[in-house]
């Protein structure tokens, strides 16, 4: 499974973006897709995840963000609005064809697309 991530840029604050992953390969069998963020010398951080039509969020983007699947197009969508500095990070693609008790363990990962916003 490759994953391809896009949609990231420079915003300002209060501003809106539209993150997606594309999934190609193996896709059929995918358990969840989800979104995670990092920023230098911070672990990383889960933000979003869709599994099974269920979505579930982070409580630092509860009510802000928006994750989606479009299960034709094998992508996965976040949306984000009211962006805050604090929202500047790396964001990373996942998906997993299993369910693991680790809620954070991924089998497949994207490239990253770098989201800064501006005060």
């Known amino acids: 499974v490759q994953l391809q991530a896009s949609g990231g840029g420079l915003v300002q604050a209060g501003d809106s973006l539209r993150l997606s992953c594309t999934a190609s390969?193996?896709?059929?069998?995918?358990?969840?897709m989800g979104w995670f963020r990092q920023t230098p010398g911070k672990k990383r951080d889960l933000v979003a995840t869709?599994?099974?039509?269920?979505?579930s969020y982070a409580d630092f983007v509860k009510g802000r963000f928006t994750i989606s699947r479009d299960n034709a197009k094998n992508t996965v969508y976040l949306q984000m609005n009211s962006l805050q500095p604090e929202d500047t990070a790396v964001y990373f693609c996942?998906?997993?064809?299993?369910?693991?008790?680790?809620?954070?363990?991924?089998?497949?990962w994207g490239q990253g697309t770098l989201v800064t916003v501006s005060s």
């Open positions: 996942a998906a997993r064809s299993h369910y693991y008790s680790d809620n954070e363990r991924y089998d497949y």
């Open positions: 869709w599994s099974g039509g269920r979505v």
């Open positions: 390969g193996r896709t059929f069998d995918l358990a969840s």
